[in-house]
């Protein structure tokens, strides 16, 4: 069997031309330079139809391209701009648990690895008046609200700790079941309720 090379020298239509000088090579240039404008006057009128197909083929499977990849654009999944988790937690430190610090307060809590409720679980997000300041509120999907209810039936008494961006802003103490609905109380100015409600709304 032929190597590739020896298959691309037999198919290279010049191999058996004489070599060309200087001057020859120049003359063959200036030809081909001149040529274009001369052989588009007199180009049939087929080959030129031919061309211009050819061109609005590619664009529009150019349009095509760029229409698909918009397409993917629009249905490409969109991130909360502000991270939510509810965890259950501790007030004294056990193996396994991890330590986070509440606010600016200096006191720590110590919280259970797993999630209980993200971003994703959230139906809907809203601010309300807190007196000092403002406060969000936030009703979870259905499958949330059945999850929320297993966990803190079985840490009643115990702290829940909500979390922004991996923060602890409030602590509130499990008085009883909780299912379908929080309130975040973090004394928080209107606007900063408002970048964290608009934040950890699904999208």
Same mark, same amino acid.
Do not use: C
């Given at each position: 069997?032929?190597? &590739?090379?020896?298959?691309?020298?037999?198919?290279?239509?010049?191999?058996?031309?004489?070599?060309?000088?200087?001057?020859?090579?120049?003359?063959?240039?200036?030809?081909?330079?001149?040529?274009?404008?001369?052989?588009?006057?007199?180009?049939?009128?087929?080959?030129?139809?031919?061309?211009?197909?050819?061109?609005?083929?590619?664009?529009?499977?150019?349009? %095509?391209?760029?229409?698909?990849?918009? @397409?993917?654009?629009?249905?490409?999944?969109?991130?909360?701009?502000?991270?939510?988790?509810?965890? &259950?937690?501790?007030?004294?430190?056990?193996?396994? &648990?991890?330590?986070?610090?509440?606010?600016?307060?200096?006191?720590?809590?110590?919280?259970?690895?797993?999630?209980?409720?993200?971003?994703?679980?959230?139906?809907?997000?809203?601010?309300?008046?807190?007196?000092?300041?403002? @406060?969000?509120?936030?009703?979870?999907?259905?499958?949330?609200?059945?999850?929320?209810?297993?966990?803190?039936?079985?840490?009643?008494?115990?702290?829940?700790?909500?979390?922004?961006? %991996?923060?602890?802003?409030?602590?509130?103490?499990?008085? @009883?079941?909780?299912?379908?609905?929080?309130?975040?109380?973090?004394?928080?100015?209107?606007?900063?309720?408002?970048?964290?409600?608009?934040?950890?709304?699904?999208?």
């Amino acid at each position: 069997m032929n190597r &590739l090379s020896s298959l691309l020298q037999d198919a290279d239509p010049l191999r058996h031309d004489r070599p060309r000088d200087d001057a020859d090579r120049e003359r063959i240039r200036q030809i081909v330079l001149r040529a274009p404008a001369a052989d588009r006057s007199t180009r049939p009128a087929r080959a030129r139809l031919r061309l211009l197909g050819a061109a609005a083929a590619i664009v529009i499977a150019g349009a %095509g391209a760029l229409g698909h990849q918009l @397409g993917t654009f629009g249905t490409t999944r969109v991130f909360a701009a502000v991270r939510f988790e509810v965890r &259950l937690a501790e007030e004294r430190p056990i193996p396994g &648990l991890v330590v986070a610090q509440i606010g600016d307060s200096g006191r720590l809590i110590y919280l259970h690895p797993e999630i209980v409720v993200s971003n994703d679980d959230i139906e809907q997000a809203w601010v309300f008046q807190d007196p000092p300041g403002f @406060g969000v509120a936030v009703t979870f999907l259905p499958s949330a609200a059945d999850r929320m209810r297993q966990a803190t039936t079985a840490h009643l008494g115990r702290p829940l700790a909500i979390l922004i961006d %991996g923060h602890v802003v409030s602590v509130p103490t499990v008085r @009883g079941a909780v299912s379908d609905s929080a309130v975040i109380n973090g004394a928080f100015t209107q606007a900063e309720a408002k970048r964290i409600a608009d934040g950890i709304d699904r999208p």
